[in-house]
């Protein structure tokens, strides 16, 4: 069983910052691709950044320059580093990773519940 589990959710001002993690727990092998995703009320989920396993990054073009995605392959963890928040941020983030449970076993996806980022004055 793996889990994943999101935290630094929170309210913060305009112009203000935040640090999301997302720690993944049980059996796994190896993880490959991770990425964060986001929900506002009304919308689609999307992509807002991600990392391979060699650190290639990519981001949505609203949040370049403000969002930095890392890794910690040691501990499983996935960051998602906020600044410069605006209110357009406000949203439910999501952590998404590509792992291996074993060697016997390809890729599959997996989920946090999310965490909700409100950006307000």
């Known amino acids: 069983q793996v889990q994943l589990v999101e935290s630094g959710g929170g309210l913060v001002q305009p112009g203000g910052s935040l640090r999301l993690s997302c720690a993944a727990s049980?059996?796994?092998?190896?993880?490959?691709?991770v990425a964060w995703y986001r929900q506002a009320p009304g919308k689609e989920r999307g992509l807002v950044a991600g990392i391979t396993n060699t650190d290639s990054t990519n981001y949505a073009d609203s949040v370049k320059g403000r969002f930095t995605i890392s890794r910690d392959n040691a501990k499983n963890t996935v960051y998602l580093q906020m600044n410069r928040l605006k209110p357009e941020d406000t949203a439910v983030y999501y952590c998404r990773i590509d792992l291996r449970r074993s060697e016997y076993v390809g890729y599959m996806d997996y989920w946090g519940k999310g965490t909700l980022v409100t950006v307000s004055s």
């Open positions: 049980g059996s796994i092998f190896s993880i490959n691709f």
